[in-house]
RNA sequence: GGGCGAUUGGCUCAGUGGUAGAGCACUUCCUUCACACGGAAGGGGUCACAAGUUCGAAUCUUGUAUCGCCCACCA
């Protein structure tokens, strides 16, 4: 540590700190679990367990930062430095999506537009070949990765970026393909011909979820299908009522209610499809409502999910009318040839004409109806019967619930449980195929010989295991994203070896608390919106389940969705869409991250911000900088002998001023409320409490009244300790919302009495694990230095360099430590024959977070209390408690309750009485002591 | 058709049983040595409506109204 200069301007410049700042974090390999300092027993949180671990929700590689982003990520560093300042050993685990039907669809957008470097414009991917286009995408998707955790790391957050993970990952990729062999064993994976939402933009099938349902202005047309024979007291023809005339040709049958009277007669006779010579029968079936149309329904198997099941109830062979690209289908004998080829929408236009010139067009009327489209390209979407590989979800949405009965997961807010148990409940099996090519490549093989298959393995097949051949054709299609996705929090930490180092600390034993020693979930918590709760957060405890049989988190905290100043979603096309780069270049991060984080709100509200929010956020950094520039100048004013003196435990009780007293004790109360606010996820709370404590209390009252006090030669010592006392607490205790500030000002704070030196080894090995031949330098090294030296504290070197030494600080003098730090690393140097960078600061995450008790200064609260007051609010609540006293023995003299009710009421009344008589002797001892 | 959420000062929103809060805006005053990106003082709300529970309701219950969101195979 150098000595503190107070080179401070009067305004707070966020860029003058930033980068220097997180280059200081990452030179200490800060992010980095290994590399965090056991802390000292007495810091430790009784609350806080030893380990805490998240998985970041990873952003997709065709992502830029939006503000989503901003809110999801501030969130979990919150939590992230709150759990490491806490002394938890902490990970956050970082990572990016491969997005396949994304990043596929800008890549090719691209390649088509000529954007791509050494591609002539108009290629598509078939011009390319499927190995030449995946090269490109690579090559694209690796250029994206590092934009966008540049741009991350813009928000000042934290996680482990020696670890970083992509779903595409070898590692990932293996369990992902582990995940799928296993299901297909257990048989909970199946190939099967059913009707898919198929988007003929992409020309693949989507899933349920992928699909966004929205009203449409339509019509319905009632079509004539003439009878071929004549039925007495019936017309010539059966009229049907539809909404889209041009699947037609794909009909198969005309349905009716079995007990619908006006058309029993005609069950079992023949229609003639108008427009062609094919003859189609009339059959019965429940699912026709009579009320609707004209009671009669075209039934079309390939080309909607009801009539499909109706095709199968009957036996019915589907026709196929549409092809891929949903156009009519070029076959002479299922649609008419002036009609082929012709697109959905136009077909629709020409099947209308036709009918009507043929004279069986008979009604058109207006009708809302739901129309699917493509979340991805917004094609509407066409159900069309496909053979697909499906997920069977209910056994493993069952597992996923029952872990959910035994409250081994819980939503914050609570009410997302509800929705989240009944879309599991009601959950439907899962399309994961896709006819694409960016993607994790579907394990299962076809024999090209004799047709055996599929053959679903672990390891590339080479012959057919029926004829022998080696003629293996490997499924064409990709994954579902989300599939790898929901393996997310485990398949990250490095299953499905369960032995990974990774998996053993962060996954399986996460949660060491001593009321569950055996853990039943992963990590710990999970930070979304609420928007991909079924996408990704159903998912992911179903996979957790059914693979490592725990929950993946114990925790899921839903925020809302960021909207604008008036409340709407930003989007590009409203042109309403807020840059959070741009922001924090114009407010500052923290700033920014304040703002942010004051308008969480509890109850997961959607959060609308605006200019003047974030205005707001710099205002209070500006106030906090100038007030730590006010205390900083003060106590640099005390001559350097006294400086050197100066800190919380120096603090002389005898001599504090009312003054002190009151600020002392409001600094403690804030404390801890900040603890139980971050235990509660209550930050938009935290953000209030700590500003009102930083501007009101400290602020304006007792900055002011120290500027009188530090003028009393009697009283100036004590002043500035006290200044230190609150502003050094204060600056920890924002620093998770507020990083840089308070690090950047914490480091001025003067007498640190030990000094952390950080060594970084360079070249830094590669993620995750240490070279051995460098681990054992390094702890040759160390253990040398030990030997001679007067080290304390744990270090860790078998999975991490840097290396974190604490070196005891004499007399708190400074040079002497300085010299002490430079020992040591020449030492190193010359024992390890490493290079060493050595960073003589310590980082304020290391200084732990939770400061209550730590002060030797007991905070009496006479004097500050307004006695009638305090003495009025005491015998109000006397007198409540007085009368719900009255109330319990009353029913405990009643016999008829005592009988009759359950015996669990009785006892917590009984319980509540002990409670309520034990308050008020606590009671009556406060008042008696206010009188003396 | 079901379900969920919201309704608090001019604006944006916190607040879940105990005397209505914050920021912005507004009024008046103050450039005094941390900060004018500041300070001091002040005005402004029967907490959507109705009924109920309670000694006491913005807060709990029921109903109503308005707005928003999610889910559902009436072609």
Redesign the pocket.
């Known amino acids: 540590m150098t000595t503190p200069t107070l080179d401070l301007p009067?305004?707070?410049?966020p860029e003058t700190v930033e980068a220097e700042m997180y280059r200081f974090w990452e030179s200490h390999a800060l992010f980095r679990p290994e590399s965090q300092p056991a802390v000292p027993a007495e810091k430790q949180t009784q609350a806080g367990s030893n380990r805490f671990s998240l998985v970041i929700p990873p952003p997709n590689v065709t992502g830029t930062l939006h503000m989503g982003h901003a809110l999801d990520y501030t969130i979990q560093d919150i939590l992230t430095r709150w759990h490491r300042m806490r002394g938890d050993k902490t990970l956050w685990m970082p990572g990016c999506d491969h997005a396949g039907i994304a990043t596929q669809s800008v890549v090719e957008r691209a390649l088509w537009d000529g954007r791509l470097e050494g591609q002539p414009a108009k290629t598509s991917r078939h011009d390319l070949g499927k190995e030449a286009f995946l090269n490109l995408v690579w090559q694209w998707a690796d250029a994206r990765k590092v934009d966008i955790i540049n741009q991350f790391k813009r928000l000042g957050i934290s996680p482990d970026w020696d670890r970083l993970r992509f779903t595409l990952d070898d590692g990932l990729s293996q369990a992902v393909r582990e995940a799928f062999v296993t299901l297909y064993e257990r048989g909970l994976i199946y190939q099967g011909q059913r009707i898919v939402n198929w988007c003929p933009q992409l020309r693949s099938a989507i899933s349920?979820?992928e699909t966004?349902?929205q009203?449409e202005d339509s019509f319905?047309w009632h079509i004539a299908y003439p009878l071929t024979e004549a039925v007495e007291g019936f017309p010539s023809a059966l009229t049907?009522?539809?909404?889209?005339p041009e699947t037609m040709f794909g009909d198969v049958a005309v349905?009716v209610?079995p007990e619908d009277g006006r058309y029993q007669a005609l069950i079992g006779k023949t229609v003639r499809l108008p427009l062609t010579d094919r003859f189609i029968p009339i059959i019965a079936d429940e699912?026709?409502?009579?009320?609707?149309?004209?009671?009669?329904?075209?039934i079309?198997p390939a080309h909607?999910?009801?009539?499909f099941?109706v095709g199968q109830r009957h036996g019915l062979q589907p026709v196929w009318c549409l092809d891929e690209d949903a156009r009519l289908v070029k076959d002479d004998a299922v649609v008419p040839r002036s009609l082929q080829g012709v697109n959905r929408f136009e077909a629709r236009q020409q099947v209308e004409a036709l009918l009507e010139e043929a004279g069986l067009l008979v009604e058109k009327k207006p009708?809302t109806?739901?129309v699917g489209h493509c979340q991805r390209t917004g094609d509407v979407i066409e159900p069309f019967l496909s053979t697909q590989w499906f997920v069977n979800t209910q056994p493993l949405a069952q597992e996923a619930l029952a872990a959910l009965e035994r409250g081994e997961i819980r939503f914050i807010?609570e009410?997302w449980t509800?929705?989240y148990l009944?879309?599991m409940t009601?959950i439907?099996d899962w399309c994961i195929s896709r006819q694409l090519w960016w993607g994790h490549a579907i394990p299962a093989w076809t024999c090209a010989d004799c047709g055996h298959g599929p053959i679903v393995s672990r390891e590339n097949p080479h012959t057919c295991p029926v004829c022998g051949s080696t003629h293996l054709q490997q499924d064409p299609d990709v994954l579902d994203t989300w599939f790898s996705s929901g393996l997310w929090p485990f398949s990250t930490m490095g299953w499905p070896n369960t032995q990974a180092p990774d998996y053993q600390t962060f996954y399986e034993h996460a949660h060491e608390s001593a009321d569950s020693p055996q853990s039943t979930y992963g990590t710990d918590v999970l930070v979304t919106g609420?928007?991909i709760i079924?996408f990704w957060v159903a998912r992911m405890t179903m996979f957790g389940h059914a693979f490592t049989g725990r929950s993946p988190f114990h925790t899921v905290f839903i925020h809302?969705l960021i909207?604008d100043?008036?409340?709407q979603?930003m989007s590009k096309s409203k042109g309403n869409v807020m840059d959070p780069v741009q922001s924090i270049e114009k407010y500052g991060c923290d700033g920014f991250r304040f703002a942010l984080t004051s308008?969480i709100?509890?109850?997961g509200?959607?959060?609308?911000i605006?200019d003047?929010?974030l205005?707001?956020g710099?205002?209070?950094?500006?106030?906090l900088?100038?007030?730590?520039?006010?205390v900083l100048?003060?106590l640099y004013q005390a001559d350097p002998s006294a400086l050197k003196k100066l800190s919380p435990e120096a603090i002389i009780p005898e001599t504090l001023s009312l003054m002190d007293r009151w600020i002392l004790s409001r600094y403690h109360q804030t404390v801890a409320e900040a603890n139980r606010l971050l235990e509660g996820f209550?930050f938009?709370?935290l953000a209030?409490t700590l500003?009102?404590f930083t501007?009101?209390d400290f602020?304006?009252?007792y900055?002011?009244y120290a500027?009188k006090q530090l003028r009393e030669p009697e009283m100036a010592f004590n002043t500035r300790c006290v200044l230190l006392t609150v502003l050094d607490g204060l600056l920890r205790l924002l620093h998770p919302i507020m990083p840089y500030i308070t690090e950047a000002l914490w480091q001025k704070l003067p007498n640190r009495s030990e000094l952390s030196i950080s060594i970084s080894t360079y070249p830094v090995a590669n993620p995750s694990y240490v070279q051995p031949e460098l681990s054992q330098q390094v702890e040759f090294a160390i253990q040398t230095i030990r030997a001679i030296r007067n080290i304390r504290q744990e270090y860790t070197v078998a999975h991490a360099t840097p290396v974190p030494v604490v070196v005891e600080c004499p007399d708190s003098n400074e040079q002497a430590a300085l010299r002490e730090a430079e020992a040591i690393i020449q030492h190193f140097v010359r024992l390890s024959s490493l290079q060493v960078v050595a960073h003589l600061e310590v980082p304020i995450a290391q200084a732990g977070i939770n400061v209550v008790g730590q002060s030797r200064v007991f905070i009496p609260l006479e004097g500050l209390i307004d006695v009638t007051?305090e003495r009025?609010?005491l015998e109000?609540?006397q007198?409540?408690l007085k009368?719900?006293q009255q109330?319990l023995y009353q029913m405990m003299d009643n016999h008829e309750f005592l009988q009759q009710a359950p015996a669990a009421i009785v006892e917590k009344n009984k319980a509540r009485l002990t409670e309520v008589n034990h308050q008020l002797k606590g009671l009556e001892a406060q008042l008696e002591s206010l009188s003396a």
Request: overall charge positive.
């Open positions: 009067n305004a707070f410049q349920d979820v966004i349902y009203e319905l049907v009522a539809t909404t889209r349905a209610h699912s026709v409502e009579m009320d609707f149309g004209t009671g009669c329904l075209k079309t909607d999910a009801n009539d099941e009708h109806h739901r807010p009410r509800k929705e009944r879309w009601h439907q609420f928007d079924f809302g909207r100043e008036k409340g979603k308008l709100a509890y109850g509200q959607d959060i609308k605006s003047d929010k205005e707001q710099k205002l209070f950094a500006n106030k900088w100038n007030a730590s520039r006010f100048m003060n209550r938009g709370e209030q500003m009102d501007w009101n602020c304006d009252w900055v002011e500027k007051a009025q609010r109000k609540k007198l409540e009368k719900e109330k």
